[in-house]
Structure formats: structure tokens, C-alpha cells
Antibody, heavy 122, light 107 residues
Framework: QITLKESGPTLVKPTQTLTLTCTFS??????????VGWIRQPPGRALEWLAL???????RYSPSLKSRLTITKDTSKNQVVLTMTNMDPMDTATYYC??????????????WGQGTLVTVSS | DIQMTQSPSSLSASVGDRVTIICRAS??????LNWYQQKPGKAPKLLVY???TLQSGVPSRFSGSGSGTDFTLTISSLQPEDFATYCC?????????FGQGTKVEIK
């Protein structure tokens, strides 16, 4: 059974750097085809994909946020870390990590972690 | 970026109703379209991938169809546990984008 859980601060101040950790079990991030993605959802709004790291350490970022994001993995600890710099109140959202794989050649995010709400406020 | 547009943004329906949700992509995405169900305070759950393949464990009253730019998610007979928000997502190319969601409410 695959599970993921996000952890990190619930409140950050504007201009600070956010560091979120996704701790997972039930799969290895060294397995061919596997990845972990980060997706966020501002309150009452749509989901927004942020970043994805693959088993081979290849990385993809949302173009609109690329300059502020860094995604890394620690395969031995079964963790993926997302950092986002220069936080703004508009970044207030629930942040999810999700397991990525190919199913019948279709990329899917499944399952997802429970999410963690991050509020940006002074 | 590929824009994903859903309609309607919300709908009211009764138990037993047939419900159809539309998702349109701003350019062709072949069959690289996934549908998720999200309940309040919960993470999204994968329902359909590849436009029409039900994820394991998803009831057969759910179905997906379409290819290219136009896609539909249909619930053949709405059940009480189906009241939720449904969201499409293109997996054709990064950045992987989501629709704005369709909230299915009880009439």
C-alpha cells in the first residue's frame, strides 16, 4: 500500500522560504518510471501542479514558479523536499504531494498525501 | 501551457440522476486526460485515466469518454457518496494542468 504524508510549517511570513517534506512508503523512488509530484490548491480554488521529480533525478517545474522552486529527493529516507522562496500571501494553499507513475502509458498522480495547509501572513 | 476548461462549474442533481461534466483542452491532448474526485477537506482521488479507463475500485456508474480536445465524465446514476467536486487534468505535456473543478451538489 502506497502512502504519502506532507510535513512542514503551517504559517510562514512573507518573503520567507517554505520547506515542505513528503515522506512516503510502499514504493521506492529508485524504481524506473516512478516520481513524486507537488500540487497545491488555494482555498476554494483549482489545483495547480508545481514540480515533479523522477526516479532518475530528472526534474520538472511549473514555468510560472520555476525561479522560486527546488525539488530534491532522498531515496534512502523515502523523502522528497520542496522549497519555495519569497513566499507571498497569494501562496496560501493546501500543498499536496502525490505518487507519479505510468499506467497504460498515461501519467497519473495516484495516490495523494492528505495535504498540508500553509498560510502566508505577517 | 494547455488550458483546461470545465463546464458547468457547479450543478445540482438528485440521487439517481444522470450527470455529465465536460472538460475542454486548449489544444489536442490525445487521450492524456485524467479525472479526479475531491471531497471537502480531502485529497483528490483518481477516478479515470487515459480519458476512459476506470481506476481500480471505482464504481462502474462512472465513465469517461473523449479524445483530442473534448472530454466528458458521466455518472449514470448519482449516489449520495458522489456529491463532491470533479476535476480534469491533462497529462499530455508539462506543465500538467487541471480544470477549475465542477461541484456536484444535492438538489
Amino acid at each position: 500500500q502506497i502512502t504519502l504524508k506532507e510535513s512542514g510549517p503551517t504559517l510562514v511570513k512573507p518573503t520567507q522560504t517554505l520547506t515542505l517534506t513528503c515522506t512516503f512508503s510502499g514504493f521506492s523512488l529508485s524504481t524506473n518510471g516512478v516520481g513524486v509530484g507537488w500540487i497545491r490548491q488555494p482555498p476554494g480554488r483549482a489545483l495547480e501542479w508545481l514540480a515533479l521529480i523522477y526516479w532518475d533525478d530528472d526534474k520538472r517545474y511549473s514555468p510560472s514558479l520555476k525561479s522560486r522552486l527546488t525539488i530534491t529527493k532522498d531515496t534512502s529516507k523515502n523523502q522528497v523536499v520542496l522549497t519555495m522562496t519569497n513566499m507571498d500571501p497569494m501562496d496560501t494553499a493546501t500543498y499536496y504531494c502525490a505518487h507519479r507513475r505510468l499506467k497504460s502509458a498515461i501519467q497519473i498522480f495516484d495516490p495523494w498525501g492528505q495535504g498540508t495547509l500553509v498560510t502566508v501572513s505577517s | 501551457d494547455i488550458q483546461m476548461t470545465q463546464s458547468p462549474s457547479s450543478l445540482s442533481a438528485s440521487v439517481g440522476d444522470r450527470v455529465t461534466i465536460i472538460c475542454r483542452a486548449s489544444q489536442s491532448i490525445s487521450s492524456n486526460l485524467n479525472w479526479y474526485q475531491q471531497k471537502p477537506g480531502k485529497a483528490p482521488k483518481l477516478l479515470v485515466y487515459g480519458a476512459s479507463t476506470l481506476q481500480s475500485g471505482v464504481p462502474s456508474r462512472f465513465s469517461g469518454s473523449g479524445s483530442g480536445t473534448d472530454f466528458t465524465l458521466t455518472i449514470s446514476s448519482l449516489q449520495p457518496e458522489d456529491f463532491a467536486t470533479y476535476c480534469c487534468q491533462q497529462s499530455n505535456s508539462p506543465p500538467w494542468t487541471f480544470g477549475q473543478g465542477t461541484k456536484v451538489e444535492i438538489k
